[in-house]
């Protein structure tokens, strides 16, 4: 089946440094990706959506400029938390989507863990 | 490796109970999470399982047996808006989520 990947898993760093996610489609091209927070036993909370080769759309709330995404292939999709600070700890996950169609099968990150201390 | 196992697509009829299977094999367990998915939406927690038993919320329940690696989400008095996709997703020793490839559940009149 298809298998997105997160790199790092887990990451601690200071405030006020900058901590960038990668999200892989490893047997697939992902024309659309999706980033998420996760709030403990909450639902998914959707930050934005990035298609390849085109600027992200961000959810309200979301500041595009301290959560820095790119999109840059068919296979990969990177968040950069700038600027961290602590509130900005929690659960990132990303998903990818090989179609445009909302009822294409999204397929799910294992998770990347942000601590800022 | 580990995986997750649920059915890929599941019909029911309005007013009636459905249960969705899921299946697991982990590096380990801390918890794991039923989501409901409509097309276009972000995923919507419905339940979180740690310990063996059932766990009933309204209309779904959540149950767990670690031991078996089994679990279900049952849902009762089906309506036509719980036409969806339901995610079981477990979380491992490393607390990464490992997720299932979800179940089409289409309700029908």
């Known amino acids: 089946g298809a298998v997105v990947s997160q790199h790092p898993s887990w990451v601690i760093c200071k405030s006020g440094t900058s901590v960038k996610i990668e999200c892989r489609s490893l047997?697939?091209?992902?024309?659309?990706m999706f980033w998420y927070r996760q709030f403990p036993k909450q639902s998914l909370m959707l930050m934005a959506t990035?298609?390849?080769?085109?600027?992200?759309?961000?959810e309200q709330g979301v500041e595009k400029d301290k959560f820095l995404i790119n999109h840059a292939s068919l296979t990969l999709s990177t968040l950069t938390v700038t600027s961290a600070h602590p509130e900005d700890s929690s659960f990132y996950i990303c998903?990818?989507?090989?179609?445009?169609?909302?009822?294409?099968?999204?397929?799910f990150g294992p998770g990347t863990r942000l601590t800022v201390l | 490796g580990q995986n997750i196992d649920q059915p890929t697509e599941m019909t029911a009829t309005e007013g009636a109970i459905v249960q969705i299977n899921c299946t697991y094999q982990?590096?380990?367990?801390?918890?794991l999470f039923w989501y409901q998915q409509h097309a276009g939406e972000a995923p919507t927690f419905l339940s979180y399982?740690?310990l063996d038993g059932l766990e009933e919320k309204g209309r779904f329940s959540s149950f767990l047996s670690r031991s078996k690696g089994y679990s279900y989400l049952l849902l009762k008095e089906l309506q036509m808006k719980d036409s969806a996709s339901y995610l079981c997703?477990?979380?491992?020793?490393?607390?990464?989520?490992?997720w299932g490839a979800g179940t089409k559940l289409i309700i029908k009149p």
């Open positions: 990035s298609n390849e080769g085109s600027k992200a759309t961000y």
């Open positions: 997703a477990v979380m491992d020793s490393n607390y990464q989520l490992i």
């Open positions: 998903s990818a989507r090989e179609g445009l169609a909302d009822t294409d099968t999204q397929y």
């Open positions: 982990t590096s380990g367990f801390n918890g």
């Open positions: 399982n740690v």
């Open positions: 047997d697939f091209q992902a024309t659309t």
